[in-house]
């Protein structure tokens, strides 16, 4: 077997095209995803030059807008657009290696692994520059309400996000304030090598910290760069994504339809009511195997056999609710719950179940011991 030296995306294509014999024909005219791409980067450019014009004056000693037009156009015409064309290449080359070379999984993967680098390059460049063109000291009202209450406050936001960048120094990576419409919150994240990215997240703010994007420029001063970026954060454009990116749906829920109708609780509101002393009869439900498995049993709760409901039925009172959970808040918990409604009582099943109540760390003890 061929092994490859480990080369660019684009020499891979070469190789690939040796390896296979024969010529793929790259068309001249891009199609109109990376065409745009070219055009947004270009147009972020240009935007960037218009406001260095306004903002020379005061900054000039100190980068203006995170380095003059000369550090830019490296950047820019150097790392940002190169990316592109190496993905339409390995775009290319990867659909033609999946046809004619499925035997050679290897430089299939290599050539996939590359397109996500420079895929994820030319994003986060659009983003890098699109997020330029401001003034960094005036965020408007939305989103520094917005950061202040996932952040505590916007100088929290900045302190974090800056630290981030200077931890960097020196090496390379982004740091990226990303919304994440599962959980519906903003976060500070790295994006190292271009790759790495919280799963479904959406990006609206983003810092090169490779050295090309300020070595020119600011030389190894990484915080002069890093200063210079947040002087001109541009708000404006990053509120515009930040609202695109809130009307983003989290992930559709587990659904349970044959239970859609029986009354759930949450794991938190289950342990305020054994703590706060309120009459309530948790009942553990899981399978006999199942508690077997594990040995513990969450503090305070009694566990009864799923499939004796009538033999322990008459132990409990109709004059306290009731909340029943098996191991994983589904089916069990949700039959015993409706097994006890359907004799009178108030019963409820507590979503999660026991994993659940592991997982954010409310007290177990060995099976034997819960009272």
């Not at 790259?26 to 218009?50: G, K, M, Y």
């Not at 980068?63 to 775009?91: C, N, S, T």
């Not at 960048?165 to 919150?185: E, H, I, K, M, N």
């Amino acid at each position: 077997m061929l092994v490859l030296p480990p080369v660019s995306g684009i020499q891979k294509v070469e190789n690939l095209r040796r390896l296979t014999h024969h010529v793929i024909v790259v068309p001249r005219l891009l199609p109109e995803s990376h065409q745009q791409r070219f055009q947004t980067l270009c147009i972020w450019h240009r935007n960037a030059a218009d406001v260095e014009k306004v903002n020379r004056g005061a900054d000039r000693d100190k980068g203006g807008i995170v380095g003059q037009r000369k550090g830019r156009e490296q950047h820019l015409e150097g790392h940002a657009m190169p990316d592109v064309r190496e993905l339409r290449a390995i775009e290319i080359e990867a659909h033609r290696a999946l046809r004619a070379i499925a035997w050679v999984p290897n430089v299939v993967g290599g050539l996939k692994r590359d397109e996500l680098v420079a895929l994820n390059s030319t994003l986060l460049h659009e983003l890098y520059f699109a997020s330029l063109g401001g003034e960094g000291n005036k965020p408007n009202q939305a989103i520094a309400e917005a950061l202040a209450n996932e952040f505590g406050s916007m100088d929290r936001w900045r302190q974090e996000f800056i630290a981030m960048a200077s931890a960097l120094s020196g090496g390379s990576g982004w740091v990226v304030l990303t919304y994440v419409p599962r959980d519906r919150r903003l976060i500070n994240q790295y994006a190292s090598e271009h790759t790495q990215s919280i799963v479904s997240g959406v990006p609206i703010l983003a810092l090169d910290m490779y050295e090309h994007a300020y070595h020119l420029d600011f030389g190894a001063n990484a915080n002069a760069y890093i200063d210079a970026f947040m002087r001109n954060v541009n708000w404006e454009a990053v509120t515009t994504r930040y609202e695109d990116a809130i009307k983003i749906d989290p992930p559709r829920p587990l659904q349970q339809p044959e239970f859609g109708d029986l009354p759930a609780v949450g794991v938190e509101a289950v342990k305020a009511m054994i703590e706060s002393g309120q009459p309530v009869q948790v009942i553990d439900a899981r399978p006999r195997h199942y508690l077997s498995r594990q040995g513990d049993i969450a503090k305070g709760v009694t566990w009864r056999d799923p499939d004796r409901v009538q033999e322990w039925i008459g132990e409990l009172s109709k004059s306290e609710p009731v909340v029943t959970y098996c191991a994983y808040g589904f089916h069990v918990g949700c039959k015993t719950a409706i097994a006890l409604r359907e004799a009178g009582f108030d019963a409820k099943y507590m979503n999660s179940g026991h994993s659940g109540w592991r997982a954010i760390g409310y007290p177990v003890v060995p099976r034997g011991e819960s009272a």
